[in-house]
């Protein structure tokens, strides 16, 4: 199970980090920021890319299961609605909330497993861009 032995926070932070070793030679890929003095526990790991459905499609496509868990901003999801809140409000929010993307983070994800995950998304990334903006809409 997710919180049984061996999924300790200790374990879910080396994970983060070995993402975070191997995300850094992806060009377009943006990794979660962590403060100095602060310690997540990596729930999801969650990055940043550019034409964020594409690339989710592509690694789709190469049996990846990354997935989107937070597709809309808090602002504009029903719950919400009487805040008064309209799409446009938060335009920060709104693009970042297109561009998030939770990589696999699971009890027996292995080493091997993060290499292959970043290989398909550096591929996936790739092609996209190669495409251009009209290509990938």
């Not at 602060?38 to 789709?60: E, K, M, P, T, W």
């Not at 808090?74 to 609605?81: E, G, M, N, P, T």
């Not at 693009?95 to 398909?120: G, N």
Request: glycine residues 8%; hydrophobic residues 45%.
């Amino acid at each position: 199970t997710a919180g049984g032995v061996g999924w300790c926070p200790a374990t879910r932070r080396a994970a983060a980090a070995r993402y975070n070793k191997l995300l850094r030679s992806v060009p377009g890929v943006i990794t979660p920021y962590q403060p100095p003095g602060f310690n997540s526990v990596y729930h999801l790991y969650v990055i940043r890319v550019g034409h964020r459905d594409q690339v989710l499609a592509r690694l789709a496509e190469a049996g990846i299961g990354a997935a989107i868990h937070y597709p809309m901003p808090v602002h504009l999801q029903k719950a919400y609605a009487h805040l008064g809140y309209r799409k446009g409000d938060l335009p920060v929010t709104e693009k970042l909330a297109s561009e998030i993307l939770s990589l696999p983070m699971f009890p027996h994800l292995t080493a091997e497993d993060q290499v292959r995950v970043v290989r398909e998304l550096a591929k996936a990334v790739a092609s996209v861009q190669k495409q251009g903006p009209a290509a990938a809409a």
